[in-house]
């Protein structure tokens, strides 16, 4: 058991005891709750405000008493990865900088990112290959290529929904649910590469 006088370490623990999963967006922070290695809670949180900054500062507000309330020994985030739109990428940074703020604010001594491809690579949804591409195409013609890119993005998120309701016996629909309940699955499977220990 950990108190606030003796908090373990990833040398003395082996492994974090428990470990919250998060997969945030501008909009929202979706998490997944593992204790050794089982999934005990998952859910969203979503954002208010009118720009990234305003939604940056709820995500901040309502972070710290929600990371406070279930005390976790470490935190592991989807990292931000460039986007073709740059606006994007850096409104997700700035609102996932404030999440990693109350994150400490709120005592989470341990904090690691891991990239999208890691862990979907992990749970089984990689990249589309050549012929699925080509499959969606013919199925459905005449799209654009940002409307191809989508329907991509929409086959990969519902085979992680798949995957990740078949392993942990969940009816999760909620594809940023989805996602964080994933990192989890990947950290535990693989948190000694994740924690570099």
Aim: with cysteine; hydrophobic share 40%; charged share 25%.
């Amino acid at each position: 058991m950990t108190t606030k006088n003796n908090k373990k370490t990833l040398s003395t623990l082996g492994r974090p005891e428990s470990i919250i999963c998060i997969d945030a967006s501008t909009n929202s922070l979706a998490f997944s709750l593992f204790k050794e290695g089982e999934l005990i809670k998952y859910g969203k949180i979503k954002f208010a405000g009118t720009d990234a900054f305003h939604k940056a500062g709820d995500a901040c507000r309502k972070s710290i008493p929600f990371f406070k309330k279930i005390e976790v020994d470490a935190l592991v985030i989807e990292s931000v990865i460039y986007s073709a739109s740059p606006k994007t990428t850096i409104n997700l940074a700035l609102v996932q900088g404030a999440v990693v703020a109350a994150a400490q604010v709120a005592g989470i001594k341990i904090i690691h990112g891991v990239s999208p491809m890691s862990w979907q690579n992990h749970v089984g949804t990689k990249l589309l290959s050549a012929q699925e591409k080509q499959d969606i195409k013919l199925e459905d013609p005449g799209h654009s290529i940002s409307w191809y890119k989508g329907k991509e993005r929409e086959v990969r998120k519902n085979r992680t929904i798949e995957s990740v309701n078949n392993k942990y016996g969940t009816c999760v629909d909620d594809n940023d649910v989805a996602d964080a309940i994933a990192i989890g699955w990947f950290v535990y499977d693989k948190w000694s590469v994740v924690f570099n220990v």
